[in-house]
């Protein structure tokens, strides 16, 4: 193996949509790594690759830049580390400026006021293949020529496509433009329009596929026609086709977990390992795979182009609501789980908009919500034929959906009314359809899985840990009779609130289940047959003998009430855990916190007195 | 008149971008993105609701730009 005597730092730039990040997949495959920047929520994508001569690179990919002489997060990082500015990150030894050869009118002004610099640079025509597709062809020498710095053509897309670019990286020696002031935009863009002349023949300036494309995905009303589908098709996936995937992992984690309690000698370390860590991380993990189900249509249709175009159509509704266009990905995402889908409100760019975006997204209704629900509407809702088509446990769950949408809207118009002023910008890019490249598909629903196992491995472990403790001790006294948990901290707590929830209609045992419960929504289902001393372990097996018991046992106001709790549903820790991360401040997660809990009870509370008024 | 006044298919050439007060990062944002004068752009399509926002295309590039957004942009209309 060769030492890396002379290790070259290159960093990656370009506008968004330049096809940067699949370049950056070619050229260090599966070695990257990704971490976040200290202090703000940025992505950091770094790797390595070797050139034929041996020479090592370490490759920076920065954040997708319109200006380095702009407001947003993201392209101050991108700045910074250009500039040699920034703390953390070590000044590139040189550049590689990423264009898309079929945009090159925007994105050869980034390369101007990169270029005024004065770093070693190279510019990287990329999409080459698309631009040969279209006719357009470009003179790379005149171009080269033009602007004084080497300039390759690249496909990202294709083995092999960064190939002219390696080479130039491996001659070394690559020149350093005369640093300059960057010039105003009027000259800028003057400047663009004479290399667009002298070097680049472009017959027309949009693909004829994007026009026709356009033509019907953003079509008043073929295009909402569209939408609709694509997500009925989505959510179809995500709930249908990952059931069969959950039940094999969660036979999976349960035999695990059996096998290491008949390992292990009975005592408090098999208990922690076997009923907190098994029990509690083991049903986060089972959400994995509708959780990578969503990722990778989701990720499939941003690579696509066809995401931002959603955020076209639904900008003015949610727009009114007090969200933006941008605000549709993350909460689509809070359908499988409100994590992920407050990670991904990092595309958001407006501030108030992402803060909205948080604070809403724990009202779409979570998957971890379904056994809670499935076990209530079975157990209440008598399965009837509606107008002859609908069942009636279904169109109660479809209620509950919908009575979290609109209760997000509600919130998020509330918040809008609260902080006005201000004006709130969308100014969004419509990239060129492509067709996703699966090895880009792969490693972002790599990442992000990554991240998601991350966050489970720290947060939720600790978490998990904790409700065990409030659930095992103190031990109950010898010859007890009442269940375990009656004697525990939790079951005193649950005492405790029984007070508080009682206007509401729980009785102690709901109240003691929603302890548990915080740390995962639907362990409540298991946590409640623990109180009513069924020994089943298995949530399947709790829920059926649960059933008859309370369906017989707790009045229909109660169990109403229950449901319309689970809406709002606050007490999720992980969510909570995950807004402080995203958000880094306290506040965030105190304001989320109680204004759920002040949902929940209020619409519990009128829910419980008025079925019981009517009910008698 | 300004980009905001177009209707769908409409083609203009720009003529500046208008500052709304003191360092308007909005206004920075729209000339770095290539409406600065000269350029032609066209509305290509608006959403389906309420008409808001535009799909306008400048150069080789289409954004989404929220009426607010568009109303900086002066333009000179070219006949059809």
Known sequence: MNTAVDSLRIALLGNPNCGKTALFNQLTGSRQKVANYAGVTVERKSGRFTAPSGRQFDVLDLPGAYSLDAPSPDEAITRDVCRGHHPAEPRPDALVCVVDATNLRLHLRFVLEVRALGLPMVVAVNMADAAHRRGIRIDLHALSEALGVPVVETIGIRRGGARQLVEVLDRGDIPAPAAADIPDDDSLHEQVRALLARAVDMPSPTAHIDERLDRVLLHPLVGPLVLVATMFLIFQA??????????????????????????????????????????????VVEFLPQILLLFLFILALEESGYLPRAAFMLDRPMFAAGLSGRSFIPLLSSFACAIPGIMATRSIQDPRDRMATIMVAPLMTCSARLPVYTLLISAFVPSQQVAGMFNLQGLVLFGLYVAGIVSALLVAWTMKRWRRGGEHSLLLELPSYRIPHPRDILIGLWERCWIFLRRVGTIILSLTIVMWVLLSFPAPPPGATEPAIEYSMAGQLGRLLEYVFAPIGFNWQISIALVPGMAAREVAVSALATVYALSATDEEVAAQALEPLIATQWPLATALSLLVWFIYAPQCLSTLAVVKRETGSWKSVAVMALYLFALAYLASFLTFQITRWITG | MTLSQLSKGACATVTGVEDRGPGDQLARRLRALGFVGGEAVRVVSVAPMGGDPLLVQVGYTRFALRRNEAERIRVEKVPA
């Open chain 1, 238 to 283: 995500v709930f249908a086709w990952a059931a069969p995937i959950q039940e094999t992992l969660a036979g999976a984690v349960g035999a695990t977990g059996e096998w290491l309690a008949a390992l292990l000698p009975e005592g408090h370390l098999q208990s922690l390992l076997t009923n907190g860590i098994f029990a509690g991380v083991g049903t």
